[in-house]
């Protein structure tokens, strides 16, 4: 059965960093998005891209962040000069969205990639 | 903005039946869904409601009242591996992204 990969599965990194956390989407699915768990927490929407661009973006979703599908496969979301607090689990998810009767409340998650900044 | 309200917690017994409720604020309602969420593990879409009513899938259930803004999630025949955190989640009309409740964490005992 077809899957949303996402790699690394474990990033630590140094305050003031940059990470690049990337994605293969389910290669029919048109809707693609990020969220974030924070440990323990609820699970928070952070953009959603579709046709090459943004169509959705939460207020957490700040100039520190950056998407990108840079291929015909692969999905990508920059943290520009991360912070303590960009500690949390990042989950990359699509959707078939387009294809019959499905909208974008079906969602395929991810197995997700932990960030930890020191 | 929006709010969804679930239990924080839910104890049954193998072979039980549990019902996890969900109520939401939101402007322009357009879906509930649910997810499972294993521990360590990424959310699994479960179900799905746009309009009133029951959908059955299997051993689990969803209902929605949009009347009522008030949902739930029906687990039947309860086993050990439905141990799990459960989010509700909202979709608005027109917005291209999903709003997660806080999660019911399951715990089913033998």
């Known amino acids: 059965e077809p899957e949303v990969t996402q790699t690394p599965s474990h990033q630590v990194t140094q305050m003031g960093q940059e990470v690049i956390l990337r994605c293969v989407p389910i290669?029919?699915?048109?809707?693609f998005y990020w969220y974030r768990q924070i440990l323990g927490q609820k699970v928070e929407f952070l953009v959603s891209f579709y046709n090459n661009e943004i169509s959705e973006k939460s207020e957490i979703f700040d100039d520190q962040f950056s998407v990108e599908r840079p291929d015909g496969s692969n999905f990508t979301l920059k943290i520009r000069s991360t912070k303590l607090e960009d500690s949390a689990m990042y989950f990359c998810a699509s959707s078939p969205i387009g294809t019959s009767g499905s909208t974008w409340d079906e969602q395929y998650f991810g197995p997700g990639t932990r960030l930890t900044v020191t | 903005g929006q709010s969804l309200e679930q239990p924080s917690e839910v104890t049954a017994v193998e072979g039980a039946i549990v019902q996890i409720n969900c109520t939401y604020q939101?402007?322009?309602?357009?879906?509930l869904s649910w997810y499972q969420q294993h521990d360590g593990g990424a959310p699994t879409f479960l179900s799905y409601n746009a309009l009133d009513g029951l959908e059955e899938t299997g051993r689990f259930s969803s209902f929605l009242s949009r009347s009522d803004s008030y949902g739930y999630l029906l687990l039947q025949e309860l086993q050990m591996k439905d141990s799990a955190s459960y989010f509700c989640a909202v979709s608005e009309t027109g917005f291209q992204k999903l709003v997660f409740g806080t999660g019911t964490r399951l715990l089913v005992s033998p």
């Open positions: 290669s029919n699915h048109l809707y």
């Open positions: 939101t402007s322009g309602f357009y879906g």
